[in-house]
């Protein structure tokens, strides 16, 4: 799968978005609460509003949302006219903006379209900004929704959802609480060593893999020792990036698979159930050699 998108990271590199800026005129900024509220979010909104005519900010988003939840979103929409959607937060809000980005284009198919496998044709301009170390979403091509009546989670997959532009700046991680800051890098280390196990695993995603690993190794405890080390934060945003761009080119599989009907079940981060479900999973791995 080509990943296009063009990757800025570093502190401060939100400083001045001019260049993704110009032209637009109708932006629709996802986030949460959580994030709102932190500082340099608040810069981009200001300096969002100051460049573009039109700017709606839904804060909305639930930790692992579910169909209904983005299709109340979208109905609480002031309009779907946008020509810029921006995603800042964890992985939850990066696939509802993933999907908004392709249900607010004209002759967008619906919700439950996509949902029952229609692929989607076009997007609006979109800049996803990861806040947790971290699903890799905004390198992959899969929004997960809830399916509350199903009891399990299902990917809407398209690489039209890639977006034309990811951000990864430190700063925006540092006020992850401890137990996220752990579970979301567990999340980041499944995807890579589910990628570099995968039967369908090919020297592009075991190089991403690899990469992502040795990064996520030397990085994950100095972020939950050291929250706010820089450094090896934006070393833990690269990990999770490396994770989601693997996830591109092969694909997770037993464990990922086996936490989303007991993640449906029990409230929790999907990452702690997966810390569960490694030690069965590796031997059904070896057995299967
Ligand atoms: N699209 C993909 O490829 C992919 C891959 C893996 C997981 N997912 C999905 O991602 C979702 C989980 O995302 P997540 O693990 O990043 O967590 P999350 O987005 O659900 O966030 C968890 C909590 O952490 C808070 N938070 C996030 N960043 C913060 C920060 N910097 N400071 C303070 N609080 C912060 C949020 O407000 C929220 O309350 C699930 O729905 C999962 O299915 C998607
Ligand atoms: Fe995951």
């Known amino acids: 799968m080509n ?6 990271s570093g502190y401060q590199s939100l400083n001045d978005m001019s260049y993704l800026l110009n032209g637009k005129e109708k932006a629709l900024l996802v986030t949460d609460k959580n994030i709102e509220g932190i500082p340099a979010v608040q810069a981009l ?3 969002l509003k100051q460049q573009i005519a039109t700017v709606s900010v839904v804060n909305s988003v639930p930790p692992e949302p579910s169909q ?3 299709a109340a979103i979208l109905s ?7 020509d810029l959607v921006i995603g800042v937060g964890g992985g939850s809000v ?3 903006a993933k999907l908004l980005s392709v249900l607010c284009v004209k002759n967008a198919p619906t919700l439950e379209l996509l949902l029952a496998g ?3 044709q076009q997007r609006t301009t979109s800049l996803l900004i990861p806040t947790t170390a971290g699903t890799g979403s905004e390198a992959t091509p899969n929004a997960i929704l809830a399916i509350p009546e199903k009891e399990t989670k299902v990917g809407i997959i398209s690489p039209v959802m890639l977006p034309d532009f990811v951000a990864l700046v430190p700063e925006l991680t540092t006020s992850m609480p401890g137990h996220i800051a752990s579970s979301t890098g567990i999340d980041a280390l499944c995807h890579l060593i589910e990628c570099f196990t995968a039967t369908v695993s090919n020297p592009v995603a075991d190089n991403y893999a690899l990469t992502g690993m040795k990064k996520l190794f030397a990085n994950l405890e100095t972020t939950i020792n050291e929250p706010g080390n820089l450094q090896a934060r934006l070393e833990m945003l690269w990990a999770s990036y490396y994770g989601g761009a693997s996830i591109a080119h092969a694909g997770t599989h037993l464990v990922h698979a086996m936490s989303y009907p007991l993640g449906a079940n029990i409230t929790c981060p999907t ?8 030690p069965p999973a590796c031997v059904l791995y070896v057995l299967r050699r």
């Open 118 to 120: 229609e692929k989607p």
């Open 76 to 82: 609480a929409l002031p309009s779907r006219d946008v």
């Open 271 to 278: 990452a702690w159930l997966m810390q569960s479900y490694w």
């Open 94 to 96: 990066l696939d509802v």
């Open 68 to 70: 209904h939840d983005v």
């Open 45 to 47: 909104i200001a300096q």
């Open 3 to 8: 990943i296009n998108s063009t990757v800025i």
